[in-house]
């Protein structure tokens, strides 16, 4: 078993919908959870970015974490065609501890 | 924001050749840096981690002695590739870190696309 799980998809929505990514693991030592988004041949980019349980929002995105479950999720409001890309949750004990991956989730918004 | 800089972003080598890739913090002191590798269509899968001052930590089934890391300064870490072949073509990623885990930490470069030939 992985220690971090997620739907690889590929997950084609229409455009204003809201998307749904999520992620669970295993290792109850993490403590900081993230949602990178990496767009074809670029390094990935910060998008969210949760310390325990509990929800961040920042524009059209949530993050949401609930640790009892070992559940992690990205919620996307409104989607835009140029949030079309891979989203990749990764988490880590702190510390500056490696970061581990999920296997991401291909992302498609159609007009 | 933190900005990490890697260069280049693609190079083409021969087979044998050795190829240096360079990723530097460029507003912090990453006391830590990660190199990742990424195959087409799948997550990143880390190489080594590198302290400032310290040898690299290999991940199992990363060869050291191909995978040279340099981590000597708190803004820069290198990776060379030594007696590339065409199987160590990929895409390489590297990864800096302040030592906290907030917002700022950990920074992605954008990538170095590897071909050898």
């Known amino acids: 078993q992985k220690e971090v799980e997620q739907d690889p998809g590929p997950l084609s929505v229409p455009e204003g919908a809201i998307v749904s990514l999520n992620c669970t693991y295993s290792n109850s030592a993490f403590q900081y959870f993230m949602w990178y988004r990496q767009y074809s041949r670029k390094g990935p980019e910060l998008l969210m970015y949760?310390?325990?349980?509990g929800n961040k929002e920042d524009g059209r995105f949530t993050a949401q974490v609930d640790k009892s479950s070992k559940y992690i999720s990205l919620f996307i409001r409104d989607s835009q065609p140029s949030d079309s890309a891979t989203y990749l949750c990764?988490?880590?004990?702190?510390?500056?501890?490696?970061?581990?991956f999920g296997t991401g989730t291909q992302l498609k918004v159609e007009l | 924001g933190a900005v990490v800089s890697q260069h280049p972003s693609w190079v083409i080598c021969k087979s044998g050749t050795s190829v240096k890739i360079e990723c530097r913090s460029l507003d912090f002191q990453a006391t830590t840096m990660f190199w990742y590798r990424q195959f087409p269509k799948q997550s990143l899968m880390l190489m080594a981690t590198s302290n400032e001052g310290s040898k690299a930590t290999y991940e199992q089934g990363v060869e050291k002695d191909k995978f040279l890391i340099n981590h000597a300064s708190l803004t820069l870490s290198t990776l060379t590739v030594t007696s590339a072949h065409p199987e160590d073509s990929s895409f390489y990623i590297c990864s800096a870190n302040q030592g906290t885990g907030g917002d700022y930490g950990y920074t992605f470069g954008s990538g170095t696309r590897l071909t050898v030939v």
């Open positions: 949760t310390y325990s349980s």
């Open positions: 990764a988490m880590t004990p702190g510390g500056g501890n490696k970061l581990t």
